[in-house]
């Protein structure tokens, strides 16, 4: 299974934490405690949806390039790359009907 880049929007919150977006998949976000944190969060769960995604045979989104990202306020985008070869869950197969 490949690797992939995703633009994510991290949006710093007034308690400290960061949440995280990732606008072309849907249902794909997280939080982290810093900001370190939160790109580890970020790579993870989009590593998890995404091996959802391959493992139930779903269409995997298209990538936004990141210069078509909008974001307001302080929140900033950046890009967050996974490989779902080396997801460690292999829970990430699909449910036995």
């Known amino acids: 299974m490949p690797k ?8 710093p919150e007034p308690n400290g934490l960061f949440s995280v977006d990732f ?8 939080s982290g405690e810093s900001l370190i944190d939160a790109m580890e969060m970020a790579e993870d769960v989009l590593a998890m949806m ?14 936004t ?13 950046t890009l967050i790359i996974c490989d ?3 997801y460690p869950l292999l829970e990430c ?3 036995e009907q």
Do not use: R
């Not at 390039?65 to 985008?77: E, L, M, N, R, V």
């Open 50 to 63: 995404l091996c959802f995604m391959e493992q139930k045979g779903e269409s995997i989104p298209s990538a």
């Open 65 to 77: 390039p990141i210069k078509d990202i909008t974001t307001t306020g302080d929140s900033f985008a």
């Open 84 to 86: 779902t070869t080396d």
């Open 23 to 30: 606008p072309d998949v849907s249902g794909c976000y997280t």
């Open 93 to 95: 197969e699909p449910d």
């Open 4 to 11: 992939y880049v995703y633009p994510a929007i991290f949006t």
